[in-house]
């Protein structure tokens, strides 16, 4: 999948600089330019401890810990915690930064011009209407070639400052901060990965807006009040005729071969992990997994993450995924598929018991006889509020009924 009340997300940056670097300490307004002129605006806080300037990139409360390395007098390279995504930025004085933000593709990296200001607010200053957006919301998408595609507003409200997440058939858009001004909703994120700014018009229980992501994508949005809006959850299953038991072999992130034949995983339940290093939601995924292991690995549980990433370059897919094992202090194997997940026929190379791998994460439960028992496709992290507490109850349910047994 591609594809980070509030948790949490501070993405903090360490940046180790010499005495003549002098941020101004507070809010920054930072933004990543497109080539239509507009715009994507997030958040930074920057402040000094001693002789070391800590930056935050700020969605809501959500933070998460990242590293800023000084690469010459006046020049920083500020690298995410996880993904292939980074800054390469220039002090132009104690209020102002420029640079670039490179994220790692397939194919090629997308470069976009970036800036940050100690001067500006991530979005204008204005008072609100008397609009509330508080609730859950039907949205429809529209691209140029009007193709549509749906998904779900849940938002939060607290005065003019607004939350919460957008939810899709391939997971979830994080953690969104934004605000309402007169009867404008302005809302925006960025995690590394997820570059997105909507803006609506409120016209009651309606918003009418646009959604620009990324360097170029562009669509158009509508969305209604609508408390049982529903999402179609993609289908991954066992093939007609399989027993359900998988059969794989795969190195681990030290070159060691594991298989799900091994002794180790005998008589457990075990979670397969489809995931990759490109993947915001995955993260999300890997801090509930990593967690969970860590509290109950002695009732005879075992997780493996399978990872399907960019590119099949082994030393690339080693470097981005102990990105992941060092954020979230993984102690489950991690496993390089060698298979992109843009590959058509990568279920067939991985996991050919299987029907098409559709979406990332996908979740698969063995039981303790090492037959799929239960394949998630439809992870919401805990930017969603009540789908997020939903999908632990469900796993939580599904994992005590399985190691009772």
Same mark, same amino acid.
């Given at each position: ?28 307004? #930072? ?95 204005? #008072? ?22 749906? #998904? ?185 598929? %060698?298979?992109? #997940? ?27 006889? %090492? ?35």
């Amino acid at each position: 999948m591609i594809r980070y009340g509030f948790v949490a997300i501070l993405m903090a940056f360490s940046l180790f600089c010499n005495a003549q670097i002098n941020l101004q300490q507070g809010k920054w307004k #930072a933004s990543l330019h497109r080539e239509d002129g507009q715009e994507i605006p997030f958040e930074l806080g920057i402040q000094r401890q001693g002789n070391t300037t800590l930056c935050y990139v700020v969605n809501g409360a959500e933070r998460l810990k990242t590293e800023m390395t000084l690469i010459s007098k006046d020049s920083v390279l500020i690298k995410m915690p996880v993904f292939e995504s980074s800054f390469r930025v220039k002090i132009i004085n104690k209020d102002s930064l420029n640079g670039v933000w490179i994220k790692g593709g397939s194919v090629k990296d997308l470069v976009m011009p970036f800036s940050a200001s100690s001067k500006a607010s991530r979005f204008p200053k204005g #008072a609100a209407g008397n609009f509330s957006i508080k609730g859950k919301w039907k949205i429809e998408f529209t691209k140029a070639d009007l193709s549509e595609r749906l #998904a779900i507003g849940e938002f939060t409200q607290s005065g003019q400052k607004v939350g919460g997440s957008v939810l899709t058939t391939g997971g979830d858009y994080r953690y969104l901060d934004g605000t309402i001004i007169g009867d404008s909703l302005l809302i925006s994120t960025f995690d590394g990965i997820h570059a997105m700014y909507f803006s609506a018009k409120i016209k009651g229980d309606s918003l009418i807006g646009s959604l620009y992501s990324g360097a170029k994508s562009f669509e158009k949005w509508t969305a209604v009040r609508d408390l049982n809006v529903k999402l179609e959850a993609p289908v991954t299953a066992l093939k007609d005729g399989e027993s359900g038991r998988l059969d794989f072999s795969f190195k681990d992130l030290e070159g060691n071969v594991v298989s799900i034949n091994d002794k180790k995983f005998k008589d457990k339940v075990v979670i397969l992990q489809l995931m990759g290093s490109w993947c915001p939601n995955c993260m999300d995924e890997m801090a509930f997994l990593s967690d969970y292991y860590r509290k109950n690995k002695n009732r005879g549980v075992e997780v493996i993450a399978l990872a399907y990433e960019l590119s099949t370059d082994e030393a690339r897919s080693r470097k981005s995924l102990q990105k992941f094992q060092h954020q979230f202090k993984v102690e489950y194997p991690m496993l390089i598929t %060698g298979v992109t #997940a843009g590959d058509a026929a990568k279920t067939e190379k991985t996991l050919p018991q299987l029907t098409a791998i559709k979406v990332f994460p996908t979740s698969i439960i063995l039981d303790r006889k %090492g037959l799929v028992n239960h394949i998630n496709t439809s992870f919401y992290g805990p930017s969603t509020g009540e789908y997020y507490v939903q999908y632990k109850k469900e796993f939580e349910e599904v994992m005590n009924s399985l190691l009772s047994k």
